[in-house]
């Protein structure tokens, strides 16, 4: 993995924990001040690096758009997949970017759309920014989970949690019944009625 940051003390930062926990890095990139290269072009020019498998970045604020989504792009059609810490989502984020680098946060809604239609992942922590980045050089490159619960009220608890990512819904039914009980634990295998009030 590599990392471009628009912070040097949070690359920094990010770049200890990732080999605190082990993680391979090859590049570490700030863009400082971006007089002259910016984040966008540390994207586009890791997308095309052979030692980079996935590219990770911290975004406080863009002054080209296009070219953000163009370096996103490239990164997508590459098969590397681009992980943004971006922060600045509140009024009160948005003046502290400001008045670290001078840049505008933009709309965080704008970021969002961005990210979404052109395939970056937007972490919220750095620990989820180093956990997927961690699950995208292992291989997962599609969202997935899978969990029991032994009552209604657990299992419709984890479903209404905010998952930022699509998952469609899985079947079991292509699972024998045999085949379940030998991976289940036995209450599962019981039938249960299920009562909304």
Known sequence: MSIVSQSGAFGTFTFVVAK?????VNIWVSTGSEADVDFADCVEWLAGDDQTAVVMGYMEGCCDGPKLRAALATARQAGKPVIVMKVGRTA???????????????????FDAVFRQDGAYRASTVDEFLDVGYACLAGYRRPGAAGWASSP?????????????????????????RRRRRCWPSCLMRPCTIRWT
Do not use: N
């Not at 605190?20 to 391979?24: F, H």
């Open 92 to 110: 009160l984020g948005a003046a502290a970017v400001q008045s670290h680098t001078a840049a505008l946060a933009g709309t965080d809604a704008v």
């Open 20 to 24: 605190e926990r082990g993680l391979p």
């Open 153 to 177: 009220c657990p299992a419709a608890l984890a479903c209404s949690w905010r998952i930022p990512l699509p998952m469609p819904a899985c079947s079991f039914q292509k699972y024998s019944r």
